[in-house]
């Protein structure tokens, strides 16, 4: 199983950047996915997932501000990350959770840096 994201990168405060993550050797359907982030010095969190019905959430504080969405036929689950904030400055970690089997899987993660 390989999950293999992209799209990180360097933007100033109230930019854009969208995250991508592909997924091998799982069947994806049946896969929740989701996207996580660690700043240095602090836990990884959950900022957004999104069901294998299609359903997301999000952790308050990207609400409004990042969208999740998911394309099934291509494998890939995307962050849509808008009006980005200093406070956004992580590592962005891919989650995959097989609802079958009850296994997760994660990504290597993308660096995500934000400006002031």
């Known amino acids: 199983v390989q999950l293999q994201a992209s799209g990180g990168g360097l933007v100033q405060a109230g930019g854009s950047l969208r995250l991508s993550c592909k997924a091998s050797?799982?069947?994806?359907?049946?896969?929740?996915m989701g996207w996580f982030r660690q700043a240095p010095g602090k836990e990884r969190e959950l900022v957004a997932r999104?069901?294998?019905?299609?359903?997301?959430n999000y952790t308050d504080s990207v609400k409004g501000r990042f969208t999740i969405s998911r394309d099934n036929t291509k494998n890939t689950v995307f962050l849509e990350m808008n009006s980005l904030k200093p406070e956004d400055t992580a590592v962005y970690y891919c989650?995959?959770?097989?609802?079958?089997?009850?296994?997760?899987?994660w990504g290597q993660g993308t660096l995500v840096t934000v400006s002031s």
């Open positions: 989650h995959a959770f097989n609802v079958l089997i009850s296994k997760d899987y």
């Open positions: 050797g799982v069947i994806f359907r049946f896969n929740n």
């Open positions: 999104i069901t294998t019905g299609g359903s997301p």
